[in-house]
């Protein structure tokens, strides 16, 4: 039996920090090795121009930089095809055709939309783009060109594969049975808080752990997490729960060091900063191999770019082989 297509992606609007590995990318590795799937990673550079319009610089770079991450945390070519949105015009024809589909209003309803353009007024001011109100269009696009049956997501994108399906059923009782309708598989990680105890960690936020960053770019950060308001001298009693020095210690220290971290900070025995420079040596060495690879990719340009159009040139083939179907079903076929 053919393996199942699943389709995730990112916008390229900064480089992947360790929120987006344990939220993420971890998910896309396990469902890449266990070797179930045909997986596709897709580089959303369209959809990170909707909110970047008026910087394209920015979006052009990070390409790049997500590409190299994908790579140094282990997304394999051989296994997971990456490629560019943009360079798959098939996506933005099919936006035109199924933006006949969706009505404004729905679009206006969209959850996650509705969010993010509370979230972008300083982008939007009080009236958002034609283009971003239609995203969830375009990654109905996204999802269907390859006929991909899975789309694994995090919470927070669920609101997009139920416009997808909608999308979807439309098209098909219209044009005909052509489309399928793809279904979420729910497989966000754990969502990591950031340095300073923020429900998030992004780079606006100024609180988080690139995948890239040196080992004293992670000290220095690590330096800087909140701890424990309470806790003045090294024998005042702490409380680690509500210390994001022991949350991280959590996340990237063996069980044994948990522990003694957790006892010796409630009983007043634990210095902060020996405390923070053992966390910082723990992440900068669970990084180190990714930070590693990825020194690799920088050095060998070449190879990030091999990868890049390998990849958008398969991805390219099967969306013609759909455009071709879908054509036809709206009759649109007029010549080759
Ligand atoms: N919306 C996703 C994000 O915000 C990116 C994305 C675009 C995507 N097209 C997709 C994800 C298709 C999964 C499937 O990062
Ligand atoms: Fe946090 Fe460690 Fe200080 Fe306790 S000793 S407050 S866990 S940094």
Redesign the pocket.
Known sequence: MEKKII?????PTGRLHIGHYFGSLKKRIELQESGEYTPYI?I?DV?ALTDNFNNPEKVRNNVREVAMDYLACGIDPNKTTIYIQSMIPEVAELTVFYSNLVTIARLERNPTVKTEIAQKREIFGESVTYGFLGYPVS?AA??TIFEGKY?P?GED?LP?IEQCREIVRKFNSIYGEVLTEPEAILSSGKRIKGLDGNEKMGKSLGNAIYLSDSEEEITKKVMSAVTDPNRIKKDDLGNPNVCMVAYYHNLFSTKEEIETVCEECKAGKRGCVACKKQLAKNISDTLKPIREKRAYYEQHPEEVDRILQEGTQKARKTAKETMKKIKKAMKLDYFE
């Open positions: 389709l995730t992606g990112d916008r897709l959303a959809q990654q996204d999802i789309v997501v994108q997009l």
